[in-house]
């Protein structure tokens, strides 16, 4: 089982959702930098569930340091984050040995690959409670990048048929959203997504939508052509984050439907600074940063676990049955997802980083 991911810095994640813990190991910090506990607590605060579009198990997410840190510094060896489950409940999915399988999420394939040994209940490994490490894992290095002149901000580019605007100015633009529990440029958007939520989950269903991510101060001439370039670093980190079922960068699919002479970005000299006056690639050329905006879009699909009766099969007969799901459930997950996948893309710009400068890029004072 292959739960590692990453060169010059690497994550690895473990636990499931009804274990006693799940946690993150990050192999290859520099060592030196600055741990911001109140910073990993606020970031875990905006993924947390919060009022009638969220689930209702709230974990307080409560955190704690195995390994790597002395002294509030990363010692530079590999750092492992312990978060401890404190509210299951197992008897949401029962003992029984004919269990149907949920549509839309792991339950068949984990069964395929580990015949019948995983752990289930919540999802086990495949549930998106194990995200909560990714963030705390991505709230360690956020920081570091920013003392780079970094930053990273995701916002709700759509919501259903209900659109966000556009960024306008990349910094302010990006501040703003690191406050925000529901990250939404424009407030009658976040009105309308919200009430459109909540309708959803009156109707027993669920809701998905796109976020748009900017990374905003990368240097040009980040990324390894072929097989590490920066598309490639990022959406094989995307895509890990369950519920990510498309990502594009800049432009993206409307790329194909154009002429060159509508997307090509055009360069000029701005007081010494080579840009573009366009950014239809989203701030890369040939996988290697441009020292554009890297700007990326992440299809995030409608929560499987939805309270409409179901066709399905059982697992261990393969009988055509029926299912309605019990627990606590998301209507939506896009405003939980946008810090997940701010952690992610973090943990990929720091290991591109750390690949381009060495490690020693990002090492701390003494």
């Not at 399905?312 to 019990?326: A, E, F, Y």
Request: proline share 4%; hydrophobic share 35%; glycine share 12%.
């Amino acid at each position: 089982m292959k739960n590692t991911f990453g060169n010059s810095l690497s994550i690895t994640l473990f636990g499931e959702s009804h274990g006693p813990y799940i946690g993150a190991v990050l192999d290859g910090l520099a060592p030196g930098m600055d741990i911001d506990v109140e910073f990993i607590k606020d970031q875990l605060l905006l993924r947390r569930p919060s009022g009638k579009i969220s689930t209702k198990r709230v974990e307080a997410d409560e955190f704690s340091f195995a390994s790597g840190v002395y002294n509030g510094k990363t010692t530079g060896t590999p750092l492992c984050i312990l978060i401890p489950n404190t509210v299951q409940k197992s008897s949401d999915y029962g003992e029984e040995t004919e269990r149907p399988a949920r549509p839309g999420h792991a339950d068949f394939t984990a069964r395929m690959k580990y015949h019948g040994f995983e752990d289930y209940r919540g999802g086990g490994h495949f549930s998106g409670r194990i995200t909560a490490a990714l963030v705390a894992a991505g709230a360690v290095v956020i920081p570091a990048l920013k003392d780079k002149g970094i930053v990273i901000g995701t916002h709700i580019k759509s919501l259903g048929d209900i659109k966000d605007r556009d960024f306008s100015d990349y910094g302010k633009d990006i501040e703003v959203l690191s406050h925000k529990v529901f990250a939404v440029l424009d407030e009658n958007a976040e009105k309308q997504m919200v009430a459109k939520i909540e309708d959803t989950a009156a109707k027993l269903d669920s809701i998905g939508g796109v976020l748009e991510t900017v990374v905003y101060g990368m240097p040009a001439g980040v990324g390894e052509p072929w097989f590490d370039s920066v598309e490639s670093v990022l959406s094989h980190g995307l895509y890990s984050i369950p519920g990510i079922k498309g990502v594009q960068f800049g432009a993206g699919f409307d790329l194909a439907g154009g002429y060159g002479s509508e997307f090509n970005d055009a360069f000029y000299n701005d007081n010494g600074s080579i840009r573009t006056k366009s950014n239809n690639n989203g701030g890369i050329n040939g996988g290697i940063t441009n020292g554009m905006p890297i700007i990326i879009r992440s299809a995030v699909k409608p929560t499987p676990s939805i309270y409409k009766e179901q066709d399905t099969v059982l697992l261990d007969s393969g009988k055509d049955t029926k299912l309605s799901i019990q627990g606590r459930h998301d209507p939506a997950i896009i405003h939980r997802a946008r810090v997940v996948v701010d952690s992610m893309t973090a943990l990929c710009v720091y290991d591109l980083l750390a690949s381009r400068f060495g490690t020693d890029f990002f090492k701390g004072d003494k």
